[in-house]
Antibody, heavy 122, light 111 residues
Framework: QVTLRESGPALVKPTQTLTLTCTFSGFSLSTTGMCVSWIRQPPGKALEWLAL???????YFSTSLKTRLTISKDTSKNQVVLTMTNMDPVDTATYYCARGLGTVTTQVWDYWGLGTLVTVSS | QSVLTQPPSVSGAPGQRVTISCTGS?????????VHWYQQLPGTAPKFLIY???NRPSGVPDRFSGSKSGTSASLAITGLQAEDEADYYCQSFDSSLSNWVFGGGTKLTVL
């Protein structure tokens, strides 16, 4: 079955760089049509899509955050890594990775990890 | 401010029917992009509920249904049950932003 798990630091200081890893099983990111996205949710607030990487290594980023984000994949390890630079307290959120299906315009996330809470504080 | 607008909250008694609206614009829902819905139970990750405007993944009860018209979409839940109490989010693609976008979420309370 498909599973995803996020890992990374629970606490980062302002201005630091956050690195999160999504380790997944049950599918391959080298299969045509497969994608993995990162999505975050500040405490008590709505979901926000951050970044996506697809089977062809195409990458897409949130317009408002693109200067701070990078995303990469290691197909052999079934991992996707997200980095976000210059962290600020407003970036405190639960960060989810999710498997995506469909085209750019029909993209839907059918399996989600449990999420990892990242707190930005000095 | 979310690109897709949802009511902050809705409520209904057990057995009743409720609808949750998701209002967009001509750069997202009105442009013909699919709308998807997710259910987030308290303290858990979102769960895939409706895809492609009106399709249910296997395992989702037929009490849940989705529709789309013009620049809006709706999620309907019939035969409300206590276990349906959750936050619900709509999601689509926005061509102006070239980004995937979510609604602000709607908290469903079962009275």
């Amino acid at each position: 079955q498909v599973t995803l798990r996020e890992s990374g630091p629970a606490l980062v200081k302002p201005t630091q760089t956050l690195t999160l890893t999504c380790t997944f099983s049950g599918f391959s990111l080298s299969t045509t049509g497969m994608c993995v996205s990162w999505i975050r949710q500040p405490p008590g607030k709505a979901l926000e899509w951050l970044a996506l990487i697809d089977w062809d290594d195409d990458k897409y980023f949130s317009t408002s955050l693109k200067t701070r984000l990078t995303i990469s994949k290691d197909t052999s390890k079934n991992q996707v890594v997200l980095t976000m630079t210059n962290m600020d307290p407003v970036d405190t959120a639960t960060y989810y990775c999710a498997r995506g299906l469909g085209t750019v315009t029909t993209q839907v996330w059918d399996y989600w990890g449990l999420g990892t809470l990242v707190t930005v504080s000095s | 401010q979310s690109v897709l607008t949802q009511p902050p909250s809705v409520s209904g008694a057990p057995g009743q029917r409720v609808t949750i609206s998701c209002t967009g614009s001509n750069s997202n829902i009105g442009a013909g992009y699919d709308v998807h819905w997710y259910q987030q139970l308290p303290g858990t990750a979102p769960k895939f509920l409706i895809y492609g405007n009106s399709n249910r993944p296997s395992g989702v009860p037929d009490r849940f249904s989705g529709s789309k018209s013009g620049t809006s979409a709706s999620l309907a839940i019939t035969g409300l049950q206590a276990e349906d109490e959750a936050d619900y989010y709509c999601q689509s693609f926005d061509s102006s932003l070239s980004n995937w976008v979510f609604g602000g979420g709607t908290k469903l309370t079962v009275l």
